[in-house]
């Protein structure tokens, strides 16, 4: 009971972390990729020994070039502007210095206008996979219509995804005004991720108070609606944090152990997880708790 109790603190929490989220992409906006503002992508290896990334930032300034650099297992990935494109050959000379020899490895140029197209489509899956989540979960509680009603339950598991992906691209938008982190496709990937471990980790929650109703209601007990709740939460703590954990322990090693290129989609995964957790457990339940008392008052 004690998160049913206390619950306006963890809305305050929640709303807090929300706010600072938006305020964030207000105050720095976000730092979309060349998948999405156009430009183009080479990357690039080397057969024996690999420069340094400084080195290679360098030549890349020098050569004349604005472009990001991220380091791969036996190279590197240059993504700038069209004019990369343009003149690749000339970039490819100002990699190869020294005893250092580059070989490309692949080149994609996107336009401005696919950029948007990609754009448009990715907050397009955003909203159907909510919009199929509410669905999914008034369907399957269909037959559990009191005290809340059915619909209600996606509904709240559609706020709780809502907090669960405002907070990662808060952070994206401050480490993009800080260290250049991008906007890409692997971000958008994974804020689809997290969506679908969120709703997860939020229906085993709903699921049990779904059968701890039905079992009132089979053996007519008139448990208030909040202690069905907090009971239901209790039962569900191990597993949420379990399940959470190793999901941590994955993504640190994917941060820790893993190339560059991984590492930002790593850290999305984890904040998401880490706030997915936490709706689950701290906002979406006591929301329909919220809910259940204000359709009782609204009765009266």
Do not use: C
């Not at 989540?133 to 598991?157: C, D, E, M, N, Q």
């Not at 936490?278 to 259940?292: G, H, K, N, Q, T």
């Amino acid at each position: 009971m004690f998160v049913i109790k206390y619950r306006k603190i963890f809305f305050g929490l929640s709303t807090l972390l929300i706010v600072a989220s938006i305020g964030a992409v207000a105050m720095f906006g976000l730092n979309y990729g060349i998948e999405f503002t156009g430009g183009a992508i080479i990357e690039v290896s080397y057969e024996e020994k690999v420069p340094a990334l400084e080195d290679v930032e360098s030549a890349v300034v020098e050569a004349g070039f604005s472009a990001r650099v991220q380091e791969t297992d036996r190279g590197f990935i240059i993504r700038g502007q069209d004019h990369i494109g343009e003149e690749r050959d000339l970039l490819l000379s100002a990699l190869s210095f020294g005893e250092f020899s580059a070989v490309e490895e692949r080149f994609n140029s996107i336009g401005p206008s696919i950029g948007d197209e990609l754009k448009s489509k990715a907050l397009i899956a955003i909203a159907v996979v909510a919009l199929a989540i509410i669905l999914f979960i008034a369907y399957v509680f269909r037959r559990v219509s009191k005290p809340v009603s059915s619909w209600r339950y996606g509904f709240t598991a559609t706020l709780a995804l809502i907090h669960d992906i405002t907070i990662p691209v808060g952070l994206f938008a401050v480490l993009g005004f800080y260290i250049g982190a991008e906007i890409d496709v692997l971000f958008v990937t994974a804020l689809l991720a997290i969506l679908g471990f969120s709703v997860n980790d939020t229906i085993v929650v709903f699921d049990r108070i779904r059968e701890n109703l039905r079992v009132n209601e089979e053996d007519n007990l008139k448990e208030p609606f909040d202690e069905v709740v907090g009971r239901s939460l209790k039962q569900t703590y191990v597993r949420s944090i379990n399940t959470s954990l190793t999901t941590l322990f994955v993504l640190g090693a994917l941060y820790f152990l893993g190339g560059s290129v991984t590492q930002l989609f790593a850290l999305v995964l984890a904040v998401g997880v880490i706030a997915g957790t936490y709706s689950s457990i701290f906002l979406a339940s006591p929301i329909i708790v919220e809910l259940e008392k204000w359709q009782k008052r609204k009765k009266i």
